[in-house]
């Protein structure tokens, strides 16, 4: 069963950059023909699309965040990262990582758990 | 990209059905046969319900069905369940090859 993990700093200060990796566990991040996403939600409030990277290393962005926002991959260790740049108190949010499944565009059927991030000086 | 619409809540007395509604443009929603739907509860991450406007993956119940009409979207949920209390969210791809949400809907069973 593919199982996902963020990890990183719980908390960053303003305008600093929002590091982030998602280690995938139970399948191959180069083996399956997929995206993979970040997604996070503020709190009290509803989903937020960031982006999504192919293992290729080809890209996707939310428009809303394009100009802040880096995506990467290790295939060596199976994760992909996240970076946002100069971050407000407006990012702060649970970030999830996910893959979506068979679907012809993205539908998100393996999350990880979810890391709360807070941005405060 | 605008958020997809949806409405703040509904509610539903057990076993009854009920309807969330999604809107969006001819550049997500009326675009592609591309929509997901998502249930959360409190603190824990999303679930995918439906994709592709009405499928579902393994394991989700057939108490819940998708459809659309134009640029606009509906999860219906029957035989309303204590347990289908939750926030529930819309998802569409855009022809921007980007995903857009909607603002979500809480669900409560009365």
């Known amino acids: 069963q593919l199982q996902l993990q963020e990890s990183g700093p719980g908390l960053v200060k303003p305008s600093e950059t929002l590091s982030l990796t998602c280690t995938v566990s139970?399948?191959?991040?180069?083996?399956?023909?997929?995206?993979w996403g970040w997604i996070r939600q503020p709190p009290g409030k509803g989903l937020e699309w960031i982006g999504s990277?192919?293992?290729?290393?080809?890209?996707s962005f939310n428009p809303s965040l394009k100009s802040r926002v880096t995506m990467s991959v290790d295939t060596s260790k199976n994760q992909f990262s996240l970076r946002l740049r100069s971050v407000a108190a407006t990012d702060t949010a649970v970030y999830y990582c996910?893959?979506?499944?068979?679907?012809?565009?993205?539908?998100?059927?393996?999350w990880g758990q979810g890391l709360l991030v807070t941005v405060s000086s | 990209q605008s958020a997809l619409t949806q409405p703040a809540s509904v509610s539903g007395s057990p076993g009854q059905s009920i309807t969330i509604s999604c809107a969006g443009t001819?550049?997500?929603?009326?675009?592609?046969?591309?929509v997901s739907w998502y249930q959360q509860h409190p603190g824990k991450a999303p679930r995918l319900l439906i994709f592709?406007?009405?499928d579902r993956p393994s394991g989700v119940s057939n108490r819940f069905s998708g459809s659309k009409s134009g640029n606009t979207a509906s999860l219906t949920i029957s035989g309303l369940q204590p347990e289908d209390e939750a926030d529930y969210y819309c998802?569409?791809?855009?022809?921007?090859?980007?995903?857009?949400f909607g603002g979500g809907t809480k669900l409560t069973v009365l």
């Open positions: 996910g893959r979506p499944g068979p679907c012809g565009g993205d539908c998100y059927e393996y």
């Open positions: 139970g399948g191959s991040i180069t083996s399956s023909s997929y995206y």
């Open positions: 990277i192919y293992n290729s290393g080809s890209t």
């Open positions: 001819s550049s997500d929603v009326g675009a592609y046969d591309y």
């Open positions: 592709d406007v009405s």
């Open positions: 998802g569409s791809y855009t022809t921007t090859n980007t995903l857009v």
